[in-house]
């Protein structure tokens, strides 16, 4: 078997070494490479098929690492991580010890800028190339963001400071493929998705060209007048030029002759000074893999899958996730209340909310990757007596903090915050960690933060949430429920009222979230070491049950607190505040995520090197009693 030009590359230098004409060819080798991967390992599939082309291209026309190339998020980078020397352990990517889903500083030479959030590419792309300009460097910095993150506000204000600086040196390039994770909402999408702005506009652009060198002088001004005209109606190319960019496209994103004779064509450019430029491609999320073509959002993350069919391996069944029970609870709660309205940051699938779209359309609401967006429109439907709730993971609320403090706390507005993957999430990693919701949402005033121990109690916390009059937010694990049965009917938990879920007096576990059940294992465990252990499921980070809570505490020899959140401003944190301003003396073991950056890698395992699991909770009651 003749040797895969693949194996040959263990940099970009090799890529750039090739000939022009076995671009293409190297293409097709990553993207087999890419399907034959993922397939064994689950992972960002489609969205790094589509960009296959522009990554190796990339690589190929600029002189990477001196050109610094950053990618929005990540989830289209798996063929620059085969092309930079991580092919060998590609089979670890996004478990413990190995490479991250995202790029990552730390990990390559080559990741010139982490991130696990959209729209953040332009802004540090510019910031690189400002950095190259005044230390007098050479070399181009690169920002390739597809068309979902250009819904962010944030790209937009990098593109009109770029333009008002005229950054010589920057590239933008769009991967235009119509969709983000879900199919991408909202006037921009339409506008870079208009038909008039696909071949046909490039040839009439062309024979306008030509047509104005045959005009004589005074006609030429009149000319070029109507040509901008005619380019506002048909062509996305006046909207990024107004913000100061060269634009070139759109192109067939796709096509290893078009991309490489535009990317040449860019290069020159700025070596001329002709930057910013921005390179608008269109391109097929999934492209090259039938399954993924024909359903790109199925296959946008995925699980290990039969590359033949494309279907994936299904896990045992279980019960149903935090995500579903959330879903279904809101749609039935909506049924009864017209004034319920479900808002998502183009998550609504990861959010449950496509099963709410489904059945109450006019009451959803996609609004793009635009949380802080997201939490003001939320609030204006408040101040009209609406009951907005807010699905939104919690690594991305924090992008949302200000809009939280200011639009919504500080005016009491009636909004819920339903906040999925809080917590450890796995494979995802240091960027999605929802490990921050506690510390920041605990300190505003006017805000309710509850946590559920297991699926039933989140459907009372939803409804809870909904029916008070003011902020509340209710944060919730990835993955599978317990089982447990659910109550036919939701009620409401009178604000602040923990749960005492077993009794002791010799020491106190206090747990938030789902946690309270392993506590109970942990309980048992000392029982049956002579250790009376009473176990509380607080509920509640704010306002906490201090009734409850100080009782224990003047009654036990010791108190452990128990949270999948941050130790630093979290629940154990508030606990100690309350033992303080009552002036209770007793010791106090506050188990909870260390003030780390915690990477990618197995939940359990991960909760049990931070003592958050049964033997965990035991060992530092233990430890409290001298035992």
Known sequence: MSERLLDRIESPADVRALPREQVEALCCELRDEIVQRVAKTGGHLASSLGAVELITVIHHVFDTPTDRLVLDVGHQGYAHKLLTGRRGVFDRIGKQGGIGKFLRREESRFDHFGAGHAGTSISAALGIARAKQHRGEPGFAIALIGDGGMTSGMAFEALNHAGELQQKNLLVVLNDNEMSIAPNVGALSSFLSRKMSKPLVRRLKSYAKDFLGTLPGDMV???????????????????????????????????????????????????????????????????GYAPAEADPFKYHGVTPFEIESGEMRKAAAGPPSYTRVFSDALIRLADEDPRIVAITAAMP????????QAVHPDRYYDVGIAEQHAVTFAAGLATEGMK?????????????????????????????????????????????????????????????????????????MLKTAIDHPGPAAVRYPRGNGFGVSLDPDMKTIPIGEAELLRDGDQVAVLALGTLA???????????????????????????????????????????????????????????????????????????????RIVEHGDPATLRASFGLDAEGIARAARGLLGR
């Open 517 to 595: 059940h392993v506590a109970l294992e942990a309980a048992h465990a000392l029982g049956e070491e002579g250790i009376s252990a009473a176990v509380v499921n607080a509920r509640f980070a704010k306002p906490l049950d201090t009734k409850r809570i100080l009782a224990l505490a003047q009654r036990c020899r010791a108190v452990v607190t128990v949270e999948e959140a941050s130790a630093a401003g979290g629940f154990g944190s508030a606990v100690l505040e309350a033992l303080a301003e009552a002036g209770i003396a007793v010791p106090v073991h506050c188990l909870a995520i260390p003030d």
């Open 349 to 356: 699938d990861g959010t449950g909310l496509d099963r709410f």
């Open 388 to 460: 907005p709730v807010a699905a939104i993971y919690s690594t991305f609320l924090q992008r949302a903090f200000d809009q939280v403090v200011h639009d919504v706390c500080i005016q009491g507005l009636d909004v819920t915050f339903a906040i999925d993957r809080a917590g450890l999430v796995g494979a995802d990693g240091a960027t999605h960690q929802g490990f921050y919701d506690v510390a920041y949402l605990r300190a505003l005033p006017n805000m309710i933060v509850m946590a559920p121990k297991d699926e039933n109690e989140l459907r009372h």
């Open 221 to 287: 001004e009149w000319a070029h007048k109507a040509e901008e005209s005619f380019k506002a109606f048909i062509s996305p190319s006046l909207l990024f030029e107004a913000l100061g960019f060269r634009y070139l496209g759109p192109i067939r994103g796709n096509r290893v002759d078009d991309v490489l004779e535009t990317f040449e064509n860019a290069r020159r450019m700025l070596e001329g000074g002709e930057g910013p430029i921005l390179i608008h491609a269109l391109t097929a999320k999934g492209h």
